[in-house]
């Protein structure tokens, strides 16, 4: 085609239906690793609000210790930062993995790994999103409270189950993506650690 020639290879390799499931699936773990990055903002403050609390009430006696939801509101937001940020994790290629096996043979295996390790992780992923969906609906249903802040448990339980939606939907279009043959890990999404 003549509009083709112009463009880099890489924008002619990801046209079609898997490189359309591939850009749904990297914009939902973009979305949920943004939601993640607020978590973690937002447990930092919930900690260093719960710190100078406890140091004030040193002070002056009369003052709160606490919020009073510091540990269940923390365990909310790390659970949600975990599960939001870990469809972008595995997409950037930043989850633990064997490189041993997959450098094995000078690579000539590494496909046949991913795609091992892509129906496993799909297998692993897809029931548990399903079943924190079914989770989250019965605790909504029985109107189920957290027992010190008396927060409805479907909402924090609703977050998981987004996240958890959002890994299995990247591990299945992984898995598409490593059985067309294209790349399955896309470094630019990850960011830079200490240890690099």
């Known amino acids: 085609m003549a509009g083709e020639r112009h463009l880099a290879p890489e924008a002619v390799a990801e046209r079609g239906a898997v490189a359309a499931l591939q850009r749904a699936a990297d914009f939902a773990s973009l979305v949920a690793a943004w939601l993640a990055g607020l978590c973690v903002v937002g447990l930092t403050l919930l900690v260093l609000i ?5 140091l004030i009430s040193r002070y002056v006696p009369s003052f709160p210790t606490g919020t009073g939801i510091g540990w269940e509101y923390s365990a909310y937001l790390m659970g949600a930062a975990f599960l939001l940020g870990s469809g972008m994790t595995l997409r950037a290629g930043l989850q633990l993995r064997v490189e041993l096996l997959l450098s094995m043979g000078k690579g000539r295996y590494a496909r046949m790994f991913e795609i091992f390790a ?9 029931p548990l999103a399903i079943w924190l969906a079914q ?7 029985y ?3 957290s027992q010190d802040s008396f927060t409805p448990l479907w909402i924090p339980q609703l977050v998981l189950t987004i996240g958890a939606a959002v890994l299995a939907f ?3 279009a992984r898995l598409v993506t490593a059985i067309s043959g294209n790349a399955v890990n896309k470094p630019s999404l990850g960011a830079a650690s200490a240890i690099e």
Do not use: N, P
């Open 170 to 172: 990247q591990m299945v």
């Open 135 to 141: 989770f989250t609906h019965r605790t909504w249903s």
């Open 50 to 54: 719960d710190t100078a609390m406890a």
């Open 143 to 145: 109107g189920e409270v």
């Open 118 to 126: 892509a129906i496993l992780g799909t297998a692993v992923t897809l």
